[in-house]
């Protein structure tokens, strides 16, 4: 069955939408994701919504939306992207033996 053939409902939500600008500029930004899911008839409501979740939090918009919630300086951008990669070195370093 094509998702097009399901009756039902399509829950849409995207990520980096332009907030209010008309036209294309130079802090214009394109959709990266789209987080979908169809709603068939049998399924329930509950297990829609924590497939829904779950998606949008691994596309990550909770997170872009909170970051962008407030403006970031510069400099903050720049501490909050080294203090990401400690971590993922950290990571790296007690996952690999050695």
């Known amino acids: 069955m094509t998702p097009r ?3 039902g409902i399509l829950l849409v939500l995207g990520k ?3 907030c209010g600008r008309e036209r294309p500029g130079p802090f214009w930004r394109e959709k990266e994701s789209m987080v979908q ?3 068939s008839e049998g399924d329930d409501l509950e297990r829609v919504l924590r497939r ?3 998606q949008v ?3 990550g918009i909770f ?3 909170k970051r962008k919630k407030h403006y970031e ?3 903050e951008t720049r501490k909050r992207k ?4 400690r971590r993922r070195g950290r990571r790296t370093r007690r996952i690999t033996p050695g």
């Open 63 to 65: 997170s872009d939306l």
């Open 82 to 85: 080294r203090n990401a990669a």
């Open 57 to 59: 939090q691994k596309a």
């Open 16 to 18: 980096n939408m332009p």
């Open 37 to 39: 899911v169809t709603i």
């Open 5 to 7: 053939n399901l009756p």
């Open 52 to 54: 829904f979740k779950r």
């Open 73 to 75: 300086k510069p400099s």
